[in-house]
């Protein structure tokens, strides 16, 4: 049986590392309240947005830490941090959409924002969207990759045209959209998309491999293609990390494990191989059985 395996950052002193930890989460925090002290200069918008990156690298550290040390306190920690970026995510599409002279009331930290209509020019991306609903998809928030969904402008769902970023864009857009909607044609997404593979940076469409294999998945149900798929995908993101530990991706790879959160979901897939990128809990996406002490 095959075995993929993460592997963290080694210090001679563990305790120096712990001393770290616990020094850049200070820090962490410490820029949650100077972003707070910044909302009348700043904005209610951006304000949340760089709130919502904070709490994004808190989880992401506090991840590292609970990966390194099994201590349930952090996996706490990230499965907070995670709902609330989750919850600002959907937030800021809510603020996209208002109408003219409209506000939204949000609290985050403790603290109550005001949203109003967001500019044309500051919209999100297409990319960031999808980068978004990686993170939405694993922690099944529905209503929230039902709105990131809704908000990529049609053009970036049409697939034609020659500029490579955009056709990125497409493909990685439509997967997800088949993928969480089942409603495109078997076999048209997957070859129209194929098709773009040449127009497509390689880097690129390694980072769709994964939701390319979920589409195969959805369009011929042989979980045991989806396995190899997994083990291929998933033996070269660790083999690339084994010689660089500090790549934020390094222990959660999201453009991989949220097409396999919907096999599992969708089509019963459970590995048939060890992987520490997959541990039950984050497969399932039954949180509080791993975390027995967290609120729903």
């Known amino acids: 049986m095959a075995h993929i395996k993460f592997y963290p950052r080694h ?23 100077s972003q707070l002290e910044q909302l ?13 990156k904070v709490a994004e690298s808190i989880a992401l550290h506090n991840y590292d830490h609970f990966r390194f040390f099994c201590n349930q306190e952090q996996l706490k920690e990230v499965i907070a941090h995670w709902r609330t ?7 800021m599409i809510i603020a996209e959409k208002l109408p003219v002279g409209e506000r939204k009331a949000f609290r985050i930290f403790d603290t109550e924002l005001d949203l109003l209509e967001v500019p044309e020019d500051e919209k999100l991306t297409p990319a960031t969207l999808c980068l978004m609903l990686e993170m939405a998809i694993i922690m099944r928030d529905k209503a929230c ?8 402008p049609d053009e970036y769902m ?3 045209g020659t500029d490579s970023t955009i056709l990125g864009l497409t493909a990685h857009a439509n997967f997800i959209h088949s993928a969480v909607y089942y409603n495109s044609e078997p076999v048209t997404l997957l070859e129209k998309c194929n098709a773009l593979n040449k127009h497509i940076s390689t880097d690129y469409w390694y980072e769709l ?5 979920l589409d195969e998945l959805r369009t011929t149900q042989d979980l045991t293609a989806f396995e190899a798929a997994v083990v291929a995908q998933f033996t070269r993101h ?3 990390h084994k010689h660089d530990t500090g790549l934020i991706t390094h222990m959660l790879p999201k453009q991989l494990i949220a097409p396999v959160c919907i096999a599992h979901d969708k089509y019963g897939y459970v590995p ?8 039950e809990w984050l497969l399932t996406g039954k949180f509080e059985q791993a975390i027995p002490s967290c609120d729903d």
Not at 11 to 33: A, G, N, P, R, V
Not at 209 to 213: L, R, Y
């Open 11 to 33: 210090y001679d002193d563990m305790e120096i590392y712990k001393k770290l930890f616990i020094m850049i989460l200070t820090d962490k925090q410490k820029s949650i309240k």
């Open 85 to 91: 970026v989750c919850d600002v995510y959907r937030h």
């Open 145 to 152: 990759v039902e709105i990131l969904l809704d908000s990529i």
């Open 158 to 160: 049409e697939i034609n």
């Open 209 to 213: 491999g994964m939701w390319q294999a």
């Open 40 to 52: 009348q200069k700043l904005g209610p918008l951006t304000t949340i947005w760089e709130l919502s």
């Open 272 to 279: 048939q191989h060890q992987n520490d990128y997959l541990p």
């Open 238 to 240: 660790s083999n690339m």
